[in-house]
């Protein structure tokens, strides 16, 4: 599985910004697909993951600020972050389970200036 992250870039504080994430299959075959962040210094952490079922779930940290969505006819998941903080700058990656296998797409930066 191979996955495509985009749409990373430098905001400034209270902006917007969308991440879009392709997968080489088809989404249906993926467990769960999420976005992950790194900032420096600092341990890898979820930021959002959506399921099959289109069960989602967030970090307390985004939430009511960032939205995961999916579209399966192009096989893409977005993140949808508004009302970005400082805090929010880091290396977002998107990632994808089959259980028990994990993927992880290359990670695109997130720059939020206060």
Avoid: H
């Amino acid at each position: 599985v191979q996955l495509q992250a985009s749409g990373g870039g430098l905001v400034q504080a209270g902006g917007s910004l969308k991440l879009s994430c392709a997968t080489s299959i088809s989404i249906f075959s993926l467990n769960v697909m999420g976005w992950y962040r790194q900032a420096p210094g600092k341990q890898r952490e979820l930021v959002a993951s959506v399921t099959t079922g289109v069960m989602t779930d967030y970090a307390d940290s985004v939430k009511g600020r960032f939205t995961i969505s999916r579209d399966a006819a192009k096989n893409t998941v977005y993140l949808q972050m508004d009302s970005l903080k400082p805090e929010d700058t880091a290396v977002y990656y998107c990632n994808a389970r089959i259980f028990p296998r994990v993927y992880w797409g290359q990670g695109t930066l997130v720059t939020v200036s206060s």
